[in-house]
């Protein structure tokens, strides 16, 4: 069998990656992304793709993705393989030791082989499970929630105002990703890495809010803003105090309007599959699941 030859991109070689053979099952693509409009966002570089090539064929791609001002990329997103241990040492021969982001249909389960192939292959080069996470697309045709007038919001500019909301909202979260963080960092440290996450996205900082009860007690904060392809919620969160009382959909509902008085007409959104009550604000507001996302990290 002739050698394999695993490399990344050259400017120019995009047809190497387009021109992959086989059809798309899973991934991004399945749901309309193309890749040259990403690279033509520079979310996509070359330096970031890989192939890997038996007799000038590709037989294995990967394409891992990142902010167009981000100097490293954030996820491994598009994989794709015919042989998985092409697949295999094409993921042990590229440097980046960041999470893959598997996008899938919310029927997926129904046919798992395809997703399941590509589980298999990143568990193999050392992945191991993170989370899976629902992806909601909420749309103007499903109605917008009336507010339900319990809380007032306000703007707060100062960052460190809300590095201690965020480090208040992180006790006793249900996301897997802000659990994890404060395995390894205190409370502190994970609310100022939140606070640089949030202030990743393009969105305005002044659309943010902090949320009072009508005594002014703080309730919590609701983020809404955008990622670099449509809006989004970026944050929702109720400090433990005030837990219990359902305010996490009111917050829900405040940053859905307020982005479509900022224009929306589409809005995204996740939660982890296992946070069950986010997942019910998220059904009660309007918010339908479009997608589903396996994430696996070193």
Not at 26 to 39: I, M, Q, S
Not at 52 to 65: E, G, I, K, Q, S
Not at 137 to 150: H, Q
Not at 184 to 208: H, Q
Request: charged content about 25%.
């Amino acid at each position: 069998m002739t050698d394999l030859v695993i490399r990344a991109l050259a400017e120019g070689e995009e047809h190497l990656f387009t021109g992959y053979a086989q059809p798309d099952v899973v991934g991004f693509a399945v749901f309309g992304r193309k890749y040259g409009d990403y690279v033509a966002k520079n979310e996509y570089r070359p330096e970031w793709t890989w192939v890997a090539l038996r007799d000038d064929r590709v037989v294995a791609r990967a394409a891992w993705w990142g902010g167009p001002d981000d100097p490293s990329p954030m996820t491994l997103d598009w994989f794709d393989f015919e042989d998985p241990s092409a697949g295999e040492a094409l993921l042990k021969a590229a440097p980046f030791r960041v999470e893959y982001c598997l996008a899938l249909p919310p029927s997926w389960r129904d046919a798992p082989e395809p997703a399941q192939a590509r589980i298999d292959v990143a568990t193999r080069v050392g992945m191991k499970p993170v989370v899976e996470r629902l992806r909601y697309t909420w749309t103007l045709a499903d109605g917008l929630p009336e507010r339900p007038g319990r809380l007032e919001f306000r703007s707060e500019p100062d960052d460190s105002v809300i590095v201690s909301v965020l480090a208040e909202v992180q006790r006793g979260s249900l996301d897997a990703h802000k659990v994890a963080d404060l395995e390894r960092m205190s409370p502190l440290e994970a609310a100022r890495s939140e606070l640089e996450d949030l202030k990743w996205f393009p969105g305005p900082r002044e659309w943010w809010k902090l949320a009072y009860t009508r005594d002014g007690e703080l309730v919590g904060i609701t983020v809404p803003t955008r990622n670099y392809a449509s809006p989004v919620v970026g944050f929702v969160g109720v400090v433990p105090g005030q837990r219990g009382h359902g305010y996490a959909y009111d917050l829900l509902v405040e940053c859905t309007h307020l982005l479509v008085e900022a224009g929306a007409t589409e809005i995204q959104a996740d939660t982890d599959v296992s946070n069950f009550p986010m997942a019910a604000n998220f059904k009660r507001a309007g918010y339908p699941i479009t997608q589903e996302r396996v994430f696996l990290g070193f």
